[in-house]
C-alpha cells in the first residue's frame, strides 16, 4: 500500500509513517518546512516534500492521511479528494493501525508524553516488548518516538482534541487528568471532560481505568464511565532522576499499571529510576556562561506552575529566569487569569510573540504589553516583553541574565530554538 502524509514532520504523524515504513509500506509526504522530524523519516528512506500544493501527492497513493493541522480546503487535501483517495485523519489511521493489539492508552491534560515515555521503559524492562507512539523523542526508544514491538501491546499517547482520541480501541486508559484546554475545540470543561468520558466508554466492559484517586474529576469521569477504576495514588511516590512531583505523579499511574500487567514491583521501581527522561520535558540542554539551560514544552498555566515549582526544587536558592512563548491567541485569553498566575515561583519572565500554531480559527489577538503587566502584577515577579526569539535572546543576553541564575525555556510551539542556540553559542 501506498501511504501518503500530509503534514508528515507532526509528532504523531512522524511516528505513524515510520511505522508504517517499518511495516514495508510505501510512504511519502510532505510539511511546510524541513525539521528533526522530516530528516529522520528521509534518513529511514522516506520521501518528504517541502511544497504542499499537491504536486508531491503520487498518482498511486491509495491511503491519505493528514494531519488535524491540515484545513479541510488545503491543496492536497482537496486533490485526493478529487481523486477518490480514501482520506482520513493522523488519529483515525492511528485507530485503525492499533485495532489488532492490546491497547494501552494514556490521555489527559497534560502529562501524557512523559507518563507514555516512562510507560514504554518499564514495559520495555519487563520484557514485554511493546509497540509505542508517544508525542515527544525518548533516550529509552533510541531517540525516537516510535518503537515496533514484537508482543499483542500497543503503548500510545491519546490526544483529546478535537475528540480525536474517540478513533482509538483502548483495552487500558492512564487519565493523567483532565484540568481542561482546546477551548476552541470544546465549548466548556464540562464538553470536555465529557470527552473524556465518552472516551472511556469505548473500553471493554471489563478494562480497567488507572487515575489518581485524589483528583475530583478524574475519579468522577472513572465512576460514571463504569469501567474497573484503579487508583495511582495507593502507590507512593518513586524515585526518580528528573525533578519535579508532578513527574512523580505521572510515575504512580505506572507502578500502577504494572501491577495491572503482573510486572515484579522491583522491576517497574527500578525502570522508573533510570528513566531519562525525554525531549523538551524539562530536558537539560547545557548552559550559557556557567547558567543552566532548561528546555520544556509547558505550554498551559498548571503545566507551567509544576514545571516551575520543580526547576525550584532541583536549584535551591537560585534566580529562576522563565522565557514563555505563548501557544495560540486563543488558549491564552481563554486561559488568561491562571496564565498570569502561574509564574509565582519564577524571579523574572521573559514573554515572547505568540506561537500562532491555527491562525486560521484564531478568535482574538493577545496584547502583550497587557500580559505582562498583568504577570508582574499577578505573579509579583519582573516581567519582560520580550518580542520574537531573536529579541528575547538579545534582551537575555544583554539585559535579564547574570552569574547564578538558571533559564527555564517553556512553549509548545518552536521556542526550543532559542535555549539550543544559547547552548551553541556560548558553551
Known amino acids: 500500500m501506498h501511504i501518503f502524509c500530509s503534514g508528515i514532520g507532526g509528532i504523531g504523524l512522524s511516528a505513524y509513517a515510520a511505522l508504517q515504513h517499518d511495516a514495508g509500506h510505501a510512504v511519502s509526504g510532505s510539511d511546510r518546512q524541513e ?34 493541522a491540515l484545513p479541510a480546503d488545503a491543496p492536497e487535501r482537496r486533490i485526493a479528494a478529487e481523486r477518490g483517495v480514501r482520506s482520513i485523519s493522523y488519529f483515525h489511521a492511528l485507530g485503525e493501525l492499533s485495532a489488532a493489539f492490546r491497547v494501552i492508552a494514556v490521555c489527559g491534560t497534560h502529562g501524557k508524553s512523559s507518563t507514555t515515555a516512562m510507560a514504554a521503559k518499564m514495559l520495555m524492562d519487563a520484557g514485554q516488548d511493546p509497540t509505542v507512539v508517544v508525542g515527544t523523542c525518548v533516550p529509552d526508544l533510541g531517540g525516537r518516538n516510535w518503537r515496533r514491538g514484537s508482543s499483542d501491546i500497543f503503548l500510545l499517547e491519546a490526544c483529546e482534541y478535537r475528540r480525536s482520541f474517540h478513533y482509538l480501541s483502548p483495552s487500558v486508559v492512564l487519565m493523567t487528568n483532565v484540568d481542561g484546554d482546546h477551548f476552541d475545540a470544546f465549548g466548556s470543561l464540562q464538553e470536555y471532560q465529557n470527552a473524556f468520558l465518552e472516551f472511556l466508554r469505548l473500553l471493554p466492559t471489563d478494562g480497567t481505568v488507572i487515575t489518581h484517586g485524589d483528583d475530583a474529576d478524574c475519579t468522577r469521569i472513572a465512576q460514571e464511565s463504569g469501567r474497573r477504576f484503579m487508583d495511582a495514588d495507593v502507590f507512593p511516590l518513586p524515585e526518580l532522576a528528573i525533578p ?22 522491583d522491576t517497574a521501581a527500578s525502570a522508573l529510576r533510570a528513566y531519562r527522561g525525554s525531549a523538551r520535558r524539562l530536558e537539560y540542554k547545557g548552559e550559557w556562561r556557567g547558567i543552566p539551560v532548561y528546555d520544556d514544552y509547558a ?23 522563565v522565557v514563555f512563548q505563548p501557544h495560540t491567541h486563543d488558549r491564552t485569553l481563554k486561559l488568561y487569569d491562571a496564565f498570569i498566575q502561574s509564574f509565582v515561583d519564577a524571579d523574572a519572565v521573559v514573554v515572547c510573540s505568540v506561537y500562532d500554531a491555527r491562525h486560521e480559527i484564531e478568535r482574538g489577538e493577545l496584547d502583550r504589553n497587557a500580559f505582562v503587566r498583568d504577570i ?29 541564575d538558571v533559564l527555564l525555556v517553556m512553549g509548545a510551539g518552536d521556542s526550543t530554538q532559542l535555549a539550543q542556540r544559547l547552548v551553541a553559542q556560548y558553551p
Open 299 to 321: 505550554h498551559h498555566p498548571v503545566e507551567i506552575r509544576a514545571t516551575v515549582r520543580a526547576v525550584c526544587e532541583a536549584h535551591p536558592g537560585k534566580r529562576i529566569v
Open 244 to 265: 519535579g512531583v508532578h513527574m512523580q505523579r505521572n510515575a504512580q499511574l505506572v507502578l500502577a499499571l504494572a501491577e495491572h500487567c503482573g510486572i515484579v514491583p
Open 376 to 404: 508582574a502584577q499577578a505573579s509579583g515577579t519582573e516581567a519582560y516583553n520580550g518580542g520574537s526569539l531573536a529579541e528575547a535572546e538579545t534582551l537575555l543576553t544583554t539585559s535579564v541574565l547574570v552569574p547564578e
Open 35 to 68: 525539521s528533526a522530524m522530516t530528516r529522520a523519516l528521509a534518513a529511514q528512506g522516506v520521501p518528504v516534500s517541502y511544497c504542499q500544493d499537491g504536486s508531491a501527492l503520487s498518482a498511486s497513493c491509495d491511503l491519505f492521511v493528514y494531519s488535524e
